[in-house]
């Protein structure tokens, strides 16, 4: 066989071995998010599936004893890609603690196939008759989500956080009003509000606490800014709110641009004294 045969048969032999391994593992240049754990859960509540995306600390393996914070991460498909990889960058810093990253996905956009955020994550609204779910969703977070996860890994039960970012943010909202004590810490990114502000303006029944982080982007659109602004200064003159709050306006980033700052800020003020910066 000539050089040039055999440099175009190797060439070509390697091409489609690189092919072939691409496509039966797809993760393998992600090495950011490669070590994801997945779990499918099949919801008995809502008789939905969900899929949980699982990232273990770096010292997991080597700490034996060690108990972790978990943080939950809604609209799980769109945002634990986008935060995981975040999170590796943050801990060369160690600007946030070790903790176990929990995405729950719904596996879709599309809520012709599967994706019931709008009914999940949100209180009721008259003008939207899909809204209003946020009740059963938190039983499908109390009695499936959370023994899931802390059955199956070393979870910190008593340092628990749930992260969301919009309708997402609205259900962060929704469990510290009504749950506060399920979670140590909320971070609500841009929560949307618009068209069932007065459901999160009344007063709350419980008598537990939790810690409350609110960001908000100064760019973020008006429809969303203004009731969101509405419920910031409401509960931040009410005194027997339960929870501690935080807010921090991120100047130049809009409703989603946002996600990664609020992220960063979230965790930082909820773990302040675990952290070198």
Known sequence: MGLF???????????????????????VGM???????????????????????????????????CLYPVVYLLDGGAVYPMLAGYYNYLRHEEVVPEVILVGISYGSNDFKTGNFRSTDYTAPSSERSFWGGASQYQQVLIKEVLPTVEAK??????????????????????????????????ISSNPALHRNLEWFL???????????????????????????????KHWTNVTSAPFTLETKMLDGYGHFSVITESFRHGLGW??????SQ
């Open 153 to 186: 890994y070393p979870a910190n039960p008593q340092k628990r956080v749930i992260f969301g970012q919009s309708l997402a943010g609205q259900f962060v909202l929704y469990n510290a009003l009504t749950q506060p004590e399920l979670f140590y810490g909320h």
């Open 270 to 275: 909820l773990f302040a004294a675990t952290v």
């Open 31 to 65: 090495q950011s998010i490669s070590d994801t754990q997945y779990l499918k859960l099949e919801s008995k509540i809502l008789k939905r599936d969900f899929h949980l995306l699982i990232k273990l600390p770096a010292s997991y393996q080597e700490c034996a004893d």
């Open 202 to 232: 009344k007063p709350s029944k419980s008598t537990q606490q939790t810690q409350l982080f609110v960001a908000k982007g100064n760019l973020d659109n008006e429809v969303f800014r203004i009731p969101s602004d509405k419920w910031v």
């Open 5 to 27: 045969k055999f440099a175009v048969v190797l060439g070509l032999t390697v091409f489609s071995q690189i092919k072939l391994f691409a496509a039966s593992d797809p993760m």
